[in-house]
């Protein structure tokens, strides 16, 4: 539908209005509703949180008053520093700045409203040996909160992955992602005029005179039309759950292996573009190597205890204990020029069937499935399990004992396995040269997950998103994975997701407030 008529008959209206409700999304409308704005979040699901309910709701934010408080002796220069060193001119200078620079008085924000109370959880920089990483990390998360002080908001948040997409119980204490999702459900119902949607698809943006000026939107009633008088924030996750997005815009691997909700399919990100806004990263995802289970899917896999990887032609190729989306994009890079198929496979051994993997994402199933799905394999001899998984017999072997020797003496020399604090981060596994030195050898297979795609609408400083000629354009803001990651195709920290999207959002918030109301 083009909008050219100025005498739409509006369903309702409000004063901003956001698309999302994931930590990003959640920060904006509170925010507004901070500067005493009419706010009406919309949720595609029955359940708020997006994507930062699954997560550990980490946020790299340097220098913030939590670190602060624990002695932290970071500085903002040496910071940015590290980010412009991983990240490079991908994305604007002045977008990564405001990025590092926002997120300290982000927490100044929020911890000046009791709801919200966060702690230290050291969490390495991924890139350790770039200038000013950080071995302890510029990592925080939300503090514990029992899930019976959310009182009714209880049944609207999104159950953490292990009971949404698995059968473990809903947890009585909230923690990570949970805890900030439901911590900022808190703050909102102190407001009077923040309305909480759910079960409400954003269809399509109404633009007018060259703004955006409200939303259609469909419910279990019908469509309304929703006139906003001073925004919309897009905060409504990628386009990780849409396979024909990924296809049109060459995001390997398949909506299946994402961890994020279903509804995460692109359509706020398609109605913007619709109406001429640019895009950026389209290509790209926050990727991570994922254990294959018997329905298919590869799951976002975290902290090997062992094993190494090995690719179809029986060869080792990576450090595994890299961080995530370090191993994902060497797994990327051998796909792109035919030396890997998948699945790729981690040799382990031991008596126990289970990989050596703390962190599966969603819980195991009973061994035989996987053994009957051939994704486990076991032999006596690594001949034997080199011909059950159809690799080289003589390069398994090679492989294995290559990586042995290079275990007993200490030092990776092939890979650099060890050679960075992250690599030693491991629970309880400060050594992760594990050798496989008898059997019974095992092998489990391999995938392509990834937490959600990283390429969405280009936008400056405050969030205002950009036309293809660089100009903002009226009445719409993004922030998180609908918008282009400031971090470009590199994934700096723990954290480094959900923080931009709060500080992206809150930055797009203050800017509507500022317009909104010009004595604040």
């Not at 670190?67 to 604007?92: H, M, N, S």
């Not at 723990?494 to 930055?507: K, L, T, W």
Request: aromatic fraction near 8%; charged fraction near 20%.
């Amino acid at each position: 539908m083009s909008w050219v008529d100025s005498a739409v008959q509006w369903d309702e209206r409000c004063d901003v209005l956001v698309i999302g409700s994931g930590g990003g999304a959640l920060t904006g409308a509170y925010t507004a509703a901070r500067a005493d704005l009419h706010v009406m979040v919309i949720e595609a699901t029955d359940r708020f949180g997006g994507t930062t309910a699954y997560s550990g709701g980490g946020m790299w934010f340097p220098c913030n008053p939590v670190l602060r408080r624990t002695g932290d002796d970071d500085t903002i220069e040496d910071a940015l520093a590290y980010f412009r060193a991983v990240v490079g001119d991908r994305t604007p200078a002045e977008l990564q700045e405001a990025f590092v620079t926002g997120g300290a008085p982000l927490i100044a924000y929020l911890e000046s409203d009791p709801a919200f109370e966060f702690q230290v959880l050291p969490w390495p920089d991924y890139f350790g040996s770039a200038p000013h990483a950080r071995a302890g990390g510029r990592h925080i998360v939300p503090a514990s909160l029992p899930t019976v002080a959310l009182g009714a908001y209880a049944g609207t948040l999104r159950p953490p992955l292990g009971t949404d997409r698995g059968d473990e119980p809903a947890p009585a204490e909230l923690i990570g992602g949970q805890a900030l999702i439901g911590r900022m459900l808190l703050a909102l119902s102190e407001f009077s005029h923040v309305d909480l949607r759910r079960d409400t698809w954003c269809r399509e943006l109404i633009h007018l005179d060259g703004a955006v000026v409200g939303v259609v939107v469909a419910t279990r009633q019908g469509r309304r039309r929703i006139r906003t008088e001073h925004g919309v924030l897009i905060a409504a996750g990628g386009f990780e759950r849409s396979d024909r997005m990924r296809r049109r815009f060459g995001v390997p691997g398949s909506s299946r292996d994402s961890m994020s909700p279903p509804a995460n399919d692109g359509a706020a990100i398609e109605a913007a573009m619709a109406i001429g806004a640019d895009v950026d990263l389209m290509d790209q995802a926050w990727w991570a190597p994922g254990l294959t289970h018997p329905d298919g899917a590869s799951t976002f896999s975290l902290w090997f205890t062992g094993g190494i990887l090995i690719d179809s032609a029986g060869n080792r190729f990576t450090n595994e204990s890299a961080p995530y989306d370090r191993i994902a994009r060497n797994v990327l890079a051998r796909l792109g020029d035919g030396r890997m198929t998948l699945p790729y496979w981690m040799i382990y051994s031991g008596e126990a069937p289970q990989p050596p993997v703390l962190f599966t994402g969603v819980p195991l199933a009973d061994p035989e499935a996987y053994e009957a799905a051939g994704l486990w394999h076991s032999a006596d001899t690594l001949p034997k399990l080199a011909t059950s998984i159809g690799v080289p017999p003589d390069a398994l072997v090679k492989t294995v004992a290559r990586f042995n020797d290079l275990a007993a003496a200490g030092e990776d020399s092939d890979f650099g396995r060890g050679g960075e604090p992250y690599d030693r981060s491991v629970p309880g596994c400060p050594n992760p040269l594990v050798p496989s030195e008898r059997g019974p050898y095992r092998a489990a297979a391999f995938g392509l997950s990834d937490l959600g795609t990283k390429g969405g609408l280009r936008t400056d400083i405050d969030g205002r998103v950009l036309d293809a000629d660089g100009a903002p354009i009226p009445g719409l803001y993004a922030a998180g994975n609908s918008m282009a990651a400031v971090s470009g195709t590199a994934y700096p920290g723990g954290g480094n997701p959900i923080g931009a999207s709060m500080v992206f959002a809150h930055r797009a918030a203050s800017h509507i407030a500022r317009s909104a109301r010009p004595n604040l």
